[in-house]
């Protein structure tokens, strides 16, 4: 629905489209920071099983965290801007 509603335009009618917008993308921020710690804790786990999945665990996780730093960054741009 949301993803209708900005197809529809209204985010041109209306003013408080901002606010959905941040809280959308700032929930989203905090779903990912919890994906990004868990990701983290699964490279710890992997770091003494096997040197190959450590490696993946952790460009995983470092890019989970790269998208949650993006997804903040948006959240407040839409709201200030």
Same mark, same amino acid.
């Given at each position: +629905? &949301?993803? %209708?509603?900005?197809? %529809?335009? /209204?985010?041109?009618?209306?003013? *408080?489209?901002?606010?959905?917008?941040?809280?959308?993308?700032?929930?989203? =921020?905090?779903?990912? +920071?919890? =994906? =990004?710690?868990?990701?983290?804790? *699964?490279? @710890?786990?992997?770091?003494?099983?096997?040197?190959?999945?450590? &490696? @993946?665990?952790? !460009?995983?996780?470092? &890019? =989970? /965290? @790269? !998208? !949650?730093?993006?997804?903040? %960054?948006?959240? /407040?741009?839409?709201?200030?801007?």
């Amino acid at each position: +629905m &949301f993803l %209708l509603s900005y197809l %529809l335009g /209204f985010y041109k009618k209306y003013k *408080s489209w901002k606010v959905l917008d941040s809280l959308y993308h700032g929930t989203t =921020a905090i779903l990912y +920071m919890s =994906a =990004a710690v868990l990701q983290v804790h *699964s490279t @710890i786990v992997s770091e003494t099983q096997n040197l190959t999945n450590y &490696f @993946i665990n952790t !460009t995983a996780s470092l &890019f =989970a /965290f @790269i !998208t !949650t730093l993006l997804y903040i %960054l948006h959240a /407040f741009s839409n709201y200030y801007h």
